[in-house]
């Protein structure tokens, strides 16, 4: 999915006269994607100098663009701030990344338990950008009084 098709899908739906939600197509994911540490060299805001030579690693490209061009949408959701925005899009530019988004200012701290009314997928990112595959693993879901 193309940026402009992506803002143009994501705008204001009405259904039966009643604004709604938009939701993705069947198939189509939403990745949101860390940059630091997850697609180039971990450097924290306190080095900003760094970030415009921060060493790629290549699966990412290779991976990232791979899934936008399969449609998917690809947004960066960073820790760095504002004030690095600069320099994050110029890097992301350079490096020939494709993407629909950057969000800035994400929590710093790690521990993350993202909580909403659509589904939700994580996946951690271990060193290497691959296809995603299908594993069973155990997650803490909100008790809604219904027997396993």
């Known amino acids: 999915m193309k940026k402009e098709e992506a803002e143009d899908y994501l705008h ?29 060299d971990d450097i924290p805001n306190e080095e900003p100098e760094r970030m415009a030579t921060a060493k790629l690693y290549p699966d990412a490209l290779e991976t990232l663009n791979k899934w ?9 959701f960073t820790s760095r701030v504002e004030a ?9 530019q350079q490096h020939g990344f494709k993407y629909h988004s950057l969000l800035m200012g994400k929590p ?4 993350y338990h993202w909580i909403d009314n659509h589904l939700v997928r994580a ?4 060193g290497k950008f691959t ?3 299908e594993k069973e693993v155990t997650i803490e879901v909100f008790d809604d009084g219904k027997s396993q």
């Not at 009405?14 to 180039?40: A, Q």
């Not at 936008?68 to 960066?76: A, K, P, Q, S, V």
Request: hydrophobic share 30%.
């Open 68 to 76: 936008y061009d399969e449609g998917h949408l690809i947004c960066f």
């Open 12 to 40: 204001q739906k009405v259904e039966r006269g009643t604004t709604v939600s938009p939701v993705l197509p069947e198939g189509i994911k939403n990745y949101l994607i860390d940059i630091d540490g997850t697609i180039c």
């Open 84 to 92: 690095h925005r600069g320099v994050t899009e110029k890097w992301l």
């Open 131 to 133: 296809d995603l595959i």
């Open 108 to 111: 710093r701290g790690g521990n």
């Open 123 to 126: 996946t951690r990112y271990n």
